[in-house]
């Protein structure tokens, strides 16, 4: 599993950061309201653009919802 690997990218977090700014453009041109996908959009932008998840695997997110879940 990539937590196994210390998150080492399969599929980089940065690709997933693009691919949902393509599917928020997408649905902005179709004038769909995608209130999921927008506030994906702006973890994975915060991830990063803003934290440690350049280079890292696209699920080094999950680690972070854990830790707020347990306060």
Wanted: proline share 6%; hydrophobic share 40%.
């Amino acid at each position: 599993s990539p937590a196994d690997n210390g998150y080492r990218p399969g599929f980089a977090a940065e690709l997933m950061l693009k691919d949902l700014r393509l599917s928020q453009q997408a649905a902005e041109a179709a004038d769909a309201d995608t209130p999921m996908g927008q506030l994906a959009a702006l973890l994975y932008e915060t991830f990063v653009e803003r934290e440690d998840g350049k280079g890292m695997d696209f699920s080094a997110m999950l680690p972070r919802f854990e830790k707020r879940h347990r306060g």
